[in-house]
């Protein structure tokens, strides 16, 4: 019974809840700002808090019920999610595997240690938790609904009791604690702070957590990724003909995946470039620099063999002196083109970085602090640019074919092709009309095979089950099989 009793008793449910999350205003795809004159209302001096997952359940476990129809959302986002990893990310602090890494670096408990916790569950000030342990919040629901929706106290009455919840501007909703999960960089920072790592959340896997048996974090494609979860919500396209006309949307003028495969690429370089700037500084400060983590893993980690790719694409910057993990660079440049961005100015900013991390063994963290910094400012204006853009079918066609180029212009290592290979599968699956659709879809299974694109999705698999695996196909990865591949598939696609 748990939280259901006391909630029941509690004025604020006891009519039902239902927890839609809050979409964007939709104007040829982009979200509108609130109407110039009409000043946004004063922000509350009540603090939101987090409720727990049992305050979603009450309507989004078993579907429709009552007044409550599911032709915005599906109202079974609390089953989903109970099949998902993120739902079990607390308890795993509890296996035997974390208690070992616990030990080997020396936590007194993971299952109270910030460090740990931060990712692993929704680890907020106690000041901002309802109720007590066992009755209301519980770090034991892992990052759960207030994680990613935000914390519910102040909005969670309003989105189902009043009639214009739905389409009120976004700023008004997130003067309550609402996350605006449907913004592709919202949505994307939210992800990457775990996923890459943030200094300021105290977000960050270290290299002694890797040694110590953490699993490596994969490079990340945030689209790829979320659906992946699995999915426990419906995009703007699978709502119908009278959601998109309450929120102005047209499918055909506004493909929302790939907006956020766009988009997030751009947040992800973003993220990585600050966690490296804080931690450099970080370092420098306390002598802890380097932080292998943020380094090519490949620069140390490979076979010592002469016909070795590693070998064969060269260097960047002064051998010997490893360089930031290469995959945050990749998507960006798909971004760069779709802009009409001129290349020269990323490419200036990515050579004063490599020229930083050249300048002695594990780079001089003073000027990678700057570099990286510069990156980071950089990358935010190309977001800025890329929100205002129309996401149609020709801009999906031209991604298509330049994410062909991307792959076919270096040597991608193993973590840059998978990158490169998720967005194209995400910006394909929302093309139409699908031109030589069978050959494509031949030559996307072999990479599938070449680099283990297929997640670990859910709660029936194991990261750490497929662990062995997945470090075999990084071990045979062949950088130019995975070149000709994409050749190949370029090939198949639809010109202008």
């Known amino acids: 019974m748990r939280l259901r009793l006391s909630i029941a008793r509690s004025s604020i449910f006891a009519a039902g809840l239902v927890a839609v999350a809050g979409p964007l205003l939709y104007s040829n795809g982009r979200a509108q700002q609130p109407q110039a004159g009409k000043p946004a209302p004063p922000a509350s001096t009540e603090k939101a808090k987090y409720l727990g997952a049992d305050a979603c359940q009450l309507c989004h476990e078993t579907g429709p019920r009552g007044r409550f129809k599911d032709d915005f959302v599906r109202l079974t986002e609390y089953k989903t999610w109970k099949t998902d990893k993120h739902s079990q990310a607390y308890a795993k602090l509890n296996e035997a595997r974390s208690k070992q890494i616990g030990m080997l670096l020396k936590i007194a408990d993971v299952t109270k240690d910030d460090r740990c916790l931060n990712c692993h569950a929704a680890n907020v000030p106690l000041d901002l938790r309802v109720g007590t342990e066992g009755q209301a919040y519980r770090l034991e629901d892992g990052v759960s609904c207030d994680a990613c929706h935000g914390p519910s106290s102040l909005w969670l009455t309003p989105h189902f009791t009043e009639p214009g919840w739905r389409t009120k501007p976004t700023a008004e909703k997130q003067k309550l604690g609402f996350y605006d999960v449907r913004d592709p960089v919202e949505r994307s920072q939210l992800c990457l702070s775990c996923h890459v790592g943030s200094m300021a959340d105290g977000k960050v896997v270290t290299h002694d957590m890797y040694a110590a048996g953490h699993p490596p974090l994969p490079s990340i494609e945030v689209a790829t990724f979320s659906d992946s979860m699995p999915r426990h919500w419906r995009y703007m396209k699978e709502k119908g003909p009278k959601i998109w006309a309450a929120f102005h949307y047209d499918p055909k003028k506004e493909l929302e995946q790939t907006r956020l495969t766009v988009l997030s690429g751009v947040v992800a370089l973003r993220v990585a470039a600050n966690l490296l700037a804080s931690q450099a500084r970080k370092g420098r400060q306390e002598s802890g620099w380097p932080e292998f983590a943020q380094l090519d893993c490949y620069a140390c980690h490979h076979d010592l063999k002469v016909e070795s790719w590693r070998l064969k694409r060269g260097y960047m910057g002064m051998p010997g002196r490893p360089q930031m993990r290469s995959w945050p660079l ?25 020229m930083a991390f050249s300048a002695q063994p594990f780079g001089d963290p003073e000027k990678i602090a700057a570099a990286a910094s510069d990156l980071s400012a950089w990358s935010q204006r190309l977001t800025q640019r890329l929100g205002a853009r129309q996401y149609d079918q020709p801009a999906a066609r031209k991604l298509l074919r330049e994410l062909c180029a991307i792959a076919q212009e270096g040597v991608l290592d193993y973590d840059s092709a998978r990158q490169v290979t998720w967005a194209f599968k995400i910006i394909y699956s929302e093309l139409e009309p699908k031109a030589r659709d069978k050959e494509v879809r031949s030559i996307l299974k072999s990479l599938d095979t070449e680099l283990k694109l297929e997640l670990p999705s859910g709660t029936d698999k194991s990261i750490l089950g497929e662990l062995t695996q997945g470090l075999k196909t990084i071990n045979h990865y062949d950088p130019y099989r995975f070149r000709a591949l994409i050749e190949e598939l370029s090939r198949q696609l639809p010109q202008d």
Do not use: M, S
Not at 331 to 340: D, E, M, Y
């Open 330 to 354: 990749e998507l960006v440049k798909l971004g760069i083109r779709l802009a009409g961005e001129e290349p020269t100015r990323v490419k200036q900013a990515e050579d004063a970085l490599t």
